[in-house]
């Protein structure tokens, strides 16, 4: 889940649909942050978020329902992965796997960049104030 303002705060998707591993050593038993209770280990070096190493993976801090109001209980200390996930459109940038878990639960899409390139080429010095031919994303 992304740090900033945006639609996360309505998705959590990500949060229950892959599965969330890290270094070990991110845990709070060991230098780190993450609360070590809501870990499992995977093996020697790495450990995952409890309920992620499944086949219906649903984060164990995950507070909220998938869609709805959603938020992470462990925002400030959460892992690594966590904090490097970027909702899709995110500084200009699809991220597919967002795209991927979002749809999972049936919800669209936030970015679609060839629609802004798309809209983009209609724009030539020859065009006039208001091109009846350009669509607007909304
Ligand atoms: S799936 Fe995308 S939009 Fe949803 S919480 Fe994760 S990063 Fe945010
Ligand atoms: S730790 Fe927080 S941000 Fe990471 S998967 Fe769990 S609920 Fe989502």
Request: glycine share 10%; proline share 8%.
């Amino acid at each position: 889940m992304s740090d900033n303002f945006n639609p996360c705060m309505t998705c959590g998707a990500c949060c229950a649909h892959f599965r969330v591993s890290f270094y070990w050593a991110e845990a709070d038993d060991a230098g780190g942050a993450v609360p070590a209770a809501l870990t499992e280990p995977l093996n020697l070096f790495l450990r995952a978020m409890r309920g992620t190493n499944s086949a219906a993976p649903h984060c164990v801090a995950l507070q909220g329902e998938v869609g709805g109001c959603v938020s992470c209980g462990i925002y400030a200390q959460r892992p690594t992965p966590c904090r490097e996930f970027s909702m899709s459109g995110e500084n200009g940038i699809a991220n597919e796997a967002c795209d991927r878990a979002r749809a999972r639960y049936g919800l669209p899409p936030l970015f679609h960049a060839a629609l802004t390139m798309i809209t983009e080429s209609y724009v030539s010095p020859g065009a006039s104030d208001r091109p009846d031919h350009v669509q607007s994303p909304g």
